[in-house]
T-cell receptor, first 112, second 115 residues
């Protein structure tokens, strides 16, 4: 799986949009971009994933650049409960290579 | 639909004892993954199983660790003769299919402490 690069930490004011960048310059055409988060010591929580097109769900939006070398996770109105470590993961789209390779992630701190 | 269940949530074992961690996947999911998170570190993949089959065990330590996912019942991660370095959070995840377009859903984890 391609390696990803994320900032170590970020701050965001409550109510503002949180934009979390991820660099995956070596991504291949058949690799998905996945985002998970881990709140405190809980199990990771799936947020969103995409291949080429931008994606949106009830939690977040995922913006993937046209060359697919980077992406941004957007939490439109961050709350204190969004404080967590966010992981950007690139995952090859083959049947048996289904493991997730977690990096160090971005620690997002949402403040009042 | 109940989520991924793991038990026990906390497990304390003395050095040399055996630890058995259980994972019940979400209903309808036949693919199970185990990950380990050492203190202050990220999650590391251990093993991927389907019913009665080990598909990928590339992250499993060569000795003392084994995993199974029988036809009936939960998936079991077994650690024999535990050592202090096995102290970690062990997370199980499940998915309905194996493809990478399908997300994995994680359980709350089992925190193993070896004394």
């Amino acid at each position: 799986d391609a390696k990803t690069t994320q900032p170590t930490s970020m701050d965001c004011a409550e109510g503002r949009a949180a934009n979390l960048p991820c660099n995956h310059s070596t991504i291949s055409g058949n690799e998905y971009v996945y985002w998970y988060r881990q709140i405190h010591s809980q199990g990771p929580q799936y947020i969103i994933h995409g291949l080429k097109n931008n994606e949106t769900n009830e939690m977040a939006s995922l913006i993937i650049t046209e060359d697919r070398k980077s992406s941004t996770l957007i939490l439109p109105h961050a709350t204190l409960r969004d404080t967590a470590v966010y992981y950007c993961i690139v995952r090859v789209a083959t049947g048996t290579a289904s493991k997730l390779t977690f990096g160090t992630g971005t620690r997002l701190q949402v403040t009042l | 639909n109940a989520g991924v269940m793991q038990n026990p949530r906390h497990l304390v074992r003395r050095r040399g004892q055996e630890a058995r961690l259980r994972c019940s996947p979400m209903k309808g999911h036949s693919h199970v993954y185990w990950y380990r998170q050492l203190p202050e570190e990220g999650l590391k993949f251990m093993v991927y199983l389907q019913k009665e089959n080990i598909i990928d065990e590339s992250g499993m330590p060569k000795e003392r660790f084994s995993a199974e996912f029988p036809k009936e019942g939960p998936s079991i991660l077994r650690i024999q003769q535990v050592v202090r370095g096995d102290s970690a959070a062990y997370f199980c995840a499940s998915s309905p299919y194996s493809g990478s377009s399908y997300e994995q859903y994680f359980g709350p984890g089992t925190r193993l402490t070896v004394t």
